[in-house]
């Protein structure tokens, strides 16, 4: 039988194992909010002060963020929020359009009527937001949606696996104003990948997810070659207008 100091010891050791993963996630979304940008380095004792915690933790949660992609380790210098160029974010897109792929696939296969009801539902009120051009809430509601939509895939490693590579080209780009029209684009293309899973038409799904994440490198494509600067988010339609964040997508 364990004594109550054998508990307390498990409690503590419990405690102290999950709280690096709490500040990792902490962390973590203070880079995908803005609040840490690209390049900048990581100050770990000011956030000790920030969490009320020693810097033996953030250590911890930053080689985490390091594991993930988000950081990396400079020799000589610290932890500083990993930049990601050009070239890698392109590699990235077309990782995230081959798992789009596996996904929409698995998606067709596996999503229950529940499942397609609610993924509905987010379109049709993300097509009352772009006509509203509520951009603020379509972009939280977008993101609510490809998470919903993976999730049907019945697959945890899948998700883990896309909603990682949309972290890091985050470290690309980051969101910025757009046009309605362009989500109304965005949103047409939600709307054909669920059409394809309710008709449980595996190849059409798969084709339908994939192009729909292909598109954002295409236009990340179309803004480089016109000058503009991807890394704020802005993306250009044929008259050189800002329409689509490559974020949403």
Known sequence: MRSMAD?????????????????????????LNGELSAGQRINELALAHRFGTSRSPIREA??????AGLVEVIKNRGVFVRSVDVDQAL?????????????????????TEEDIAALRAMVERMQGLAAAGNIEEYYHLNIAFHTRLVECSRNERLLEMLQGTDKELHLYRHRSL???????????????????????????A????????????????AAMAK??????????DGDGDCQVDCRIS
């Open 227 to 236: 000058g503009q600067r991807v890394d704020e988010g802005q993306v250009a």
């Open 7 to 31: 508990n307390t010891t498990s409690l503590a050791f419990l405690q102290s194992a999950s709280l690096p993963t709490l500040l990792k996630e902490q962390i973590e979304q203070m880079i």
């Open 178 to 204: 757009v046009q309605p029209q362009g989500l109304i684009i965005s949103n047409q293309e939600h709307y054909d990948i669920v059409q394809a899973v309710a008709a449980h038409d595996v190849k059409r």
């Open 206 to 221: 798969q084709s339908a997810f994939k192009k729909h994440v292909l598109n954002g490198k295409q236009r990340a494509i």
């Open 91 to 111: 590699d990235i897109y077309e990782i995230r359009g081959a798992l789009a792929q596996l996904a929409g696939g698995l998606i067709a296969k596996r999503a």
């Open 62 to 67: 930053c080689r985490q963020l390091e594991q």
